[in-house]
């Protein structure tokens, strides 16, 4: 957990989840999630008494299923309509689960949801974008911008307002060529007509 983010009780509004070990996570934050997901098979029982005590909905789920459990999560908040998805917690450990999580930002995209999804740990931001064009403003610690193709390719990048700027770039998969970038005006933007790319913003 050495890389998950400060977590601070949430604004009104603000719905939480928690999967798995971060139900239990979040609890000891003083953060009552509205829904809890998983199998939990990392927690103790100590532990998941202490979670149903806490949580009203707790959704339990067999081990062994075709979704992770922090897919089953993220299918029931799309659900919520919200304008935006924030995943603390889900970088560090396993880089299959990492990988797994990388999925679930670009899954709902092909299937044209709207609601923008974001990794977060303590040094990263990560999230995925469709055809368009997008705007990047200055985040403190976060000095880094990078933009990596998941498709086969992305056509007509092009960035204005960052210290490497592009016009019209074919970016094909398997490309670094837009790695560790950096804003140099107040913001920056970034639009492409093809593909969908990551974009990662980060800090050493």
């Given amino acids: 957990m050495e890389l998950l983010p400060e ?3 949430a604004d009104e509004g603000d719905i939480w989840a928690g999967v798995d070990r971060g139900v239990f996570t979040l609890l ?3 953060i009552v ?8 098979d990392s927690v103790s029982p ?3 008494m202490k979670i149903r005590e806490a949580v009203k909905k707790v959704r339990l789920f067999n081990p062994e299923k075709d979704e992770t459990d922090m897919e089953l999560a993220i299918i029931w908040a799309l659900k919520q309509e919200p304008e935006a998805i924030k995943i603390y917690g889900g970088t560090g450990g396993r ?3 990492f990988f797994g999580n990388v999925q679930l930002l670009i899954g709902p995209l092909l299937k044209g949801a709207s609601t923008h999804i974001e990794l977060i740990d303590s040094r990263n931001i990560i999230y995925a ?11 403190e610690n976060m000095k880094y911008v990078s933009f990596v193709p998941v498709t086969s390719h992305i056509k007509d990048l092009t960035l204005e307002g960052f210290k490497y700027p592009l016009k019209n770039k074919y970016v094909p998969l398997g490309s670094t060529l837009c790695i560790s970038n950096e804003l140099n005006h107040d913001y920056g933007t970034f639009s492409f007509t093809e593909g969908i790319i990551m974009v990662i913003r980060s800090h050493d």
């Fill in 7 to 9: 977590l601070v009780p």
């Fill in 33 to 40: 999630p509205q829904a809890a997901f998983g199998d939990f």
């Fill in 95 to 97: 880089l299959d689960h």
């Fill in 46 to 48: 100590e532990e998941m």
């Fill in 129 to 139: 974008k469709g055809p368009g064009a997008y705007t990047v403003l200055p985040l």
């Fill in 28 to 30: 000891s934050k003083g």
